[in-house]
């Protein structure tokens, strides 16, 4: 029996380790060997509770009993019991339904007094300040599961979405300007070691909506590089890309400025980048908006591997509206890169130059043929380019020139 003990003494998962930010190689504290799995979440020591008098919250800011009820949604976790899941899931649960009531309450016209409208999100943010005080909210422990409440704009509209994000972003931070430093910063921890790509937490990607995913970073002081690639880019694909695709302005657009703001134009890949925002049942000013939109701020190197794949073996050179051709010295224009990068697009350039439908330096005979000559003498087509000209002259009976 003392053997049994001794042994249990240091198992992990009877006292566990206290948990670090995953950073680079180092593994966090709690995660166990190379299975992927990961041992039980710290949480922050509760206070004592206070005496039953300071529970009560004390309305500052709005009257009406509508905008009463609704910040009463947000401190219902507190005073409820035996509900069989932790605190801190059902204040994750709270917030969400919270965040989607005050919105309800405000875009419905005549359903509060004007001045209980302007107040209902500071009387939110005193709320929350609140519960930290009265010591019902622990920051630390209590607020690890409020990032799923972040699932609350799926399938939003664009302003509603960035509304809600906002708010849910104010809310949150009004909670952590009244905890201690200690407590704020062992909840940056416990959100950056989930996020890690380390820790094998994929509900919460399933969760947030992507569109968020901008704002949540902001909050905890992360960057995207600090996020899960594979996850997200999976997420980004079903919640925005594989939905509504005739959307060009929608949806796709709303990806394509997600991918550039987060910086994942390399993990996404050229391919993908081209399938996706590319579609040739687009129009073509379609496909350039959402190809600027992706690769604004993007690597150079993908940009040039995108470019050049569009530039492709297979244009039609003889063509003199060519969409294709016409869509790279678009893209070219707006991305302000090199067009020697793209031969097709470079030939078919200079090939205007020389003579394109109604204007070039050999059909208006603004240059002598040895001065032609001259131009394109060192160009890596001038053959081509020779033949353009020749021909040009030959269709115009300028055959001694």
């Known amino acids: 029996g003392i053997a049994e003990l001794q042994q249990l003494h240091s198992c992990w998962w009877v006292h566990p380790p206290t948990s670090r930010i995953v950073t680079g190689a180092i593994f966090d504290a709690d995660h166990v060997g190379s299975t992927g799995l990961s041992g039980p979440r710290v949480e922050a020591p509760k206070p004592p509770p206070l005496p039953p008098e300071e529970l009560n919250y004390k309305f500052k800011y709005v009257n009406h009993q509508t905008a009463k009820d609704v910040i009463?949604?947000?401190l219902a976790p507190a005073h409820a019991s035996g509900t069989g899941i932790s605190f801190a899931q059902e204040f994750g649960k709270a917030l969400e339904i919270f965040a989607q009531q005050v919105y309800d309450v405000l875009i419905t016209p005549k359903l509060l007094p004007e001045v209980d409208r302007n107040n209902?999100?500071?009387?939110?943010?005193?709320?929350?300040?609140a519960l930290v005080d009265t010591r019902q909210l622990n920051v630390a422990s209590d607020l690890v599961?409020?990032?799923e409440a972040f699932r609350v704009t799926r399938g939003a509209s664009k302003a509603k979405q960035e509304w809600l994000c906002q708010f849910l972003c104010i809310s949150i931070k009004a909670a952590l300007s009244v905890a201690t430093d200690e407590d704020?910063?062992?909840?940056?921890?416990?959100?950056?070691?989930?996020?890690?790509?380390e820790n094998d937490e994929r509900d919460i990607y399933v969760s947030v909506d992507v569109r968020s995913w901008p704002a949540i970073l902001e909050l905890v002081g992360l960057e995207a590089r600090h996020l899960n690639h594979t996850e997200l880019l999976h997420r980004i694909q079903l919640q925005l890309c594989a939905s509504r695709r005739e959307e060009v302005r929608g949806p796709l657009f709303e990806a394509a400025h997600l991918i550039s703001e987060l910086g994942q134009t390399a993990c996404f890949g050229a391919d993908e980048i081209l399938k996706t925002f590319n579609d040739?049942?687009?129009?073509?000013?379609?496909r350039k908006d959402l190809?600027?939109?992706?690769?604004?701020?993007s690597p150079r190197a993908v940009k040039m591997e995108v470019l050049r794949k569009?530039?492709?073996?297979d244009v039609e050179l003889e063509e003199f509206d060519n969409?294709?051709?016409l869509l790279v010295r678009q893209l070219l224009c707006e991305l302000k890169e090199d067009v020697r990068c793209c031969k097709h697009t470079f030939f078919k350039m200079k090939s205007d130059w020389l003579v394109a439908r109604w204007t070039g330096v050999v059909k208006n005979e603004e240059l002598s043929p040895e001065q032609v000559c001259d131009h394109i003498e060192g160009d890596d087509n001038h053959q081509e380019l020779l033949k353009v000209a020749v021909n040009r002259c030959l269709k115009e009976s300028r055959k001694f020139e």
């Open 72 to 74: 009463g949604v947000l």
């Open 120 to 129: 209902l999100v500071r009387e939110a943010e005193e709320a929350m300040k």
């Open 145 to 147: 599961f409020c990032l």
């Open 184 to 197: 704020a910063e062992r909840w940056k921890e416990s959100i950056r070691s989930r996020l890690h790509p």
């Open 280 to 286: 040739k049942t687009f129009d073509r000013k379609s």
């Open 291 to 297: 190809l600027v939109a992706v690769l604004q701020g």
């Open 310 to 313: 569009i530039d492709g073996d």
């Open 323 to 325: 969409e294709e051709i």
